[in-house]
């Protein structure tokens, strides 16, 4: 198993129906593993919508953008949402290029009740 980079900080939350993960460093093979989880356990009571704040990356790579548009299909199916709080400019500009900006919904601040 890779070692987790120990600037790689996760913090999961959920109030009510709402889940929210903020994620900081970067997010890539050796993180993604964790990220899941988060999600799953989040995932385990049914989400209204699942909040993932990017502003804390440096990085991610293109497993985790994977995992994000899986995820953004799984909660569209059960009528849920997923709503990505914008990240840092290197990281925003992948969603641009790849026109995910277009397909994903993407916010600037997480919404009221969360602590971002």
Known sequence: MTPVPEDF?????????MGL???????????LPEFEEAIATLRAERLERLVVDLR?????????IELLLRVHGELAAEGAQLVLVRGPRPVNRLFEVMELDKVLDIVEEPPAGFSG
């Open 9 to 17: 900080q996760l913090r999961a939350e959920r109030v009510g129906a």
């Open 21 to 31: 993960i903020a994620l900081r460093g970067e997010l890539d093979i050796a993180t």
């Open 56 to 64: 804390g990356l440096m990085f991610l790579d293109s497993m985790s």
